[in-house]
């Protein structure tokens, strides 16, 4: 069978043009009764024998890698056959290679990798399988393999080549300033974990340089809207940085974790006058200032991360067009791991949302601005107009409030002084029984003066039922559906929203 035109094909043989295999002959690896003929060689005539054809394993088309911890990789796929011309029975087992250098795509490049060492038994063709391997760092990126063998030790082709991408990790925690004279110190501690909240091996002890590498630190002359300069690094053992600055000098400061992946985002910022923080956006034009008497969950004397929270602040650059210039949400973390949606701020805090123009033109996170902007808040069931003030020098419009959630910067009307209407109201029904669900009414109204704003409630006869109190937001009002401490009867009652004249009336129903 050395003939020029002779060749083997699949179990197939092949002489010239033609091709003749026996009817009953199958492509597995049984032993089975083969005629071979040819017309091309003169010496050689039909002959007859046992041959035993055994096919490869089938190919895994479909491998998968995701980081499950700081030290281990899922990996899945699809078993496949034993044999590839076919469904057959489980391959007897699998090899898995790994390296660091770049995705493996050749069979060469296989077998230097790496092997995994496993007694993974196979699942049946057409099964999922999924593993857990350790023994390797979220801060590195490895890239992954795979081969199969059957029982007659035949290997199939190479998987399709993945990776699992090294993890950046969370911004320092506890980050903290002082200053005495010329001297602006700053303290922090390590966080807990990576930026998707895959926890570190010991979040007191990062894995150097895989978890956490180094620290740097940055400052500006303003929190927002401003340039960052790096001032210097740190190794990962060293929370302390001390900057010198002139006596009339006025900083802002935050620092952020590295590791063999890159940076972190921003810690929160700190200014080297005053007490409060400053929690930036990625497009450094979004921020949320906590003030000094707000500040104490994210503040503590405890190295454990856990013990403090952060807040973070995505943009969601697909809400944008339309009358939406910017989206951006805010959502609390205990120890940057652990999202908290019911985590409350103890005191009002400052959103203040930049806006660019080109030209007279508002642009999407790029008239007159204090009549065509403002703010608006999802509360989970629908989008609230909160308004907000605008500062036309700096181009931005704040709000005063309490509430962590999704806020949008829109173009709308605006009468540019003291406005309230039912839109305002946040809900007409009051169910007072501590479930978290309506137990109060909110009033939020448009105030771009900062008028004195007072609301009353009222029963139907007109008598005084209780005044209202601050709400959420600085430009809103509370009413806890209380007189005197005491839950007042179910029935319906008048509020009334009184500023500089203006009078706004609306009714409520408390549901006992």
């Known amino acids: ?177 002082s200053r005495s004279g010329n001297s602006v110190t700053l303290t922090w501690i390590p966080p807990a974990g990576y930026q998707n909240r895959i926890p570190f091996s010991n979040r007191f002890s990062p894995e150097y340089p895989y978890e956490i590498k180094e620290y740097m630190v940055y400052r500006a002359t303003a929190p927002a809207d401003a340039e960052w300069s790096h001032i210097g690094s740190v190794s990962s053992d060293t929370l302390t940085w001390t900057d010198i600055i002139g006596a009339g000098d006025y900083y802002y400061y935050h620092a952020r974790a590295v590791n063999q992946a890159g940076l972190s ?89 930049f806006y660019a123009k080109s030209g007279g033109a508002i642009i999407p996170s790029g008239a007159t601005d204090t009549k065509t902007l403002s703010m608006y808040f999802n509360n989970g069931a629908r989008w609230l107009q909160m308004y907000g003030i605008v500062n036309t020098a700096e181009r931005s419009v704040k709000l005063d409030t309490t509430l962590l959630g999704r806020y949008q910067l829109r173009t709308t009307e605006r009468s540019g002084g003291f406005s309230a209407d039912k839109a305002g109201l946040t809900n007409r029904l009051i169910t007072p029984n501590g479930d978290g669900k309506n137990d109060t009414m909110v009033f939020v109204f448009d105030n771009p003066q900062e008028k004195n704003v007072k609301g009353k409630i009222y029963d139907l006869r007109g008598a005084l039922v209780a005044s209202m109190k601050p709400g959420p937001v600085g430009n809103s009002l509370l009413w806890d559906a209380k007189s005197g401490g005491q839950i007042v009867p179910g029935g319906v009652y008048i509020y009334q929203i009184e500023a500089d004249g203006t009078v706004y009336n609306g009714t409520i129903a408390v549901i006992r």
């Open 265 to 353: 985002i921003p810690s929160y910022a700190r200014a080297s006058e005053g007490g409060g923080i400053y929690f930036l956006a990625p497009d450094n034009q979004s921020i949320f200032e906590v003030p000094q008497a707000g500040v104490g969950a994210f503040f503590s004397s405890s190295s454990d991360p856990m013990d403090v929270y952060n807040i973070e602040i995505s943009t969601h650059e697909e809400d944008l067009g339309g009358r939406v210039m910017k989206s951006v949400e805010f959502a609390a973390f205990r120890g940057g791991l652990q999202a908290d949606p019911s985590f409350k701020l103890s005191s009002k805090g400052t959103l203040k949302l």
């Open 1 to 177: 069978m050395t003939s020029a035109n002779f060749s083997d094909v699949s179990g197939i043989c092949g002489s010239g043009s033609g091709t003749m295999v026996s009817a009953n002959y199958e492509q597995n690896a049984n032993i089975q009764e083969l005629a071979i003929s040819t017309q091309q060689a003169a010496n050689y005539s039909q002959r007859s024998g046992k041959l035993s054809f055994s096919p490869i394993p089938a190919t895994v088309s479909d491998l998968a890698a995701v980081i499950v911890s700081s030290y281990g990789v899922r990996i899945t796929w699809t078993a496949p056959s034993s044999d590839i011309s076919r469904e057959a029975g489980p391959a007897a087992n699998y090899i898995l290679r790994y390296t660091t250098s770049g995705y493996i795509s050749t069979e060469e490049g296989f077998y230097s990798a790496s092997d995994y060492a496993q007694t993974w038994i196979p699942l049946g063709s057409g099964a999922a399988e999924s593993k857990i391997v350790e023994g390797f760092s979220a801060g590195t990126t490895y890239y992954f393999a795979l081969e199969t063998m059957n029982g007659h030790k035949l290997l199939s082709e190479l998987s399709n080549p993945v990776a699992s991408f090294a993890l950046m990790p969370l911004a320092p925690m506890n980050f903290q300033l």
